[in-house]
């Protein structure tokens, strides 16, 4: 079964709303969790790194004040998208990684964001 | 530099047909580890295969099967017997011990298009 959830799956906003994402760790704690996004037939590009207790770090080229990410406790991490303009449509998915050890990074199922 | 190479875009096979898809990466790390994942039209990720950059055994699953060589940096993955359940995009991915093993860098992807 899954061990990162991501919620909603599918979301469909107007423009200039804001949608929030969450990325939730199942059966284990995560301190640190990323989010990539992914344009129509594109591949996934980090977009930053969410830190429990602790600002995000975003990646070159992120809006910091457009993609606004929470890290609110050790299993639940939310990416909020602000003031959403139609490029910002896109897949966005979220992972996490095991604390201990090396492991597969586990992703969420991802969330298709569509602004209209 | 582009770290992750999957120079095949598209690839379309008739069932049962072999494909090879092809990953070459790129890393200044010693110890890193690769990736394959699935991403079919849903969207989600499907963890396929991890391997680290110590063990150069290739390996068989199935009807899949994946050739790492670290001499010419590449990890390849091919699939006997082509089915038309296996359409999809396929990402090769890596993680470096830089990031703490943590994030991952993908390929572009290479979509497969497998018909009956």
């Known amino acids: 079964g899954a061990v990162v959830s991501q919620h909603p799956s599918r979301v469909i906003c107007k423009s200039g709303t804001s949608v929030k994402i969450e990325c939730r760790s199942l059966d284990f704690q995560a301190t640190t969790m990323f989010w990539y996004r992914q344009f129509p037939k594109q591949s996934l590009m980090l977009m930053a790194t969410s830190n429990e207790g602790s600002k995000a770090t975003y990646e070159q080229g992120v809006e910091k004040d457009k993609f606004l990410i929470n890290h609110a406790s050790l299993t639940l991490s939310t990416l909020t998208v602000t003031s959403a303009h139609p490029e910002d449509s896109s897949f966005y998915i979220c992972s996490a990684p095991r604390p201990r050890g090396v492991t597969e990074a586990f992703f969420g199922q991802g969330t298709r964001l569509t602004v209209v | 530099a582009q770290k992750v190479t999957q120079a095949q875009t598209e690839i379309s096979v008739v069932e049962k047909e072999d494909v090879t898809l092809d990953c070459v990466y790129e890393?200044?790390?010693?110890?890193?580890?690769l990736f394959w994942y699935k991403q079919p039209p849903s969207g989600e990720l499907v963890f396929l295969i991890r391997?680290?950059?110590?063990?150069?055994q290739n390996e068989i699953s199935g009807r899949y099967s994946w050739n790492f060589q670290k001499s010419t940096s590449s990890f390849n993955f091919t699939i006997t017997a082509s089915q038309v359940v296996d359409s999809a995009v396929y990402f090769c991915?890596?993680?470096?011990?830089?990031?703490?093993?943590?994030?991952?860098?993908f390929g572009k992807g290479t979509m497969l298009l497998v018909s009956p």
């Open positions: 991915a890596l993680s470096e011990a830089q990031s703490g093993y943590s994030t991952l860098t």
């Open positions: 391997r680290n950059s110590f063990d150069e």
């Open positions: 890393t200044r790390d010693t110890t890193y580890y």
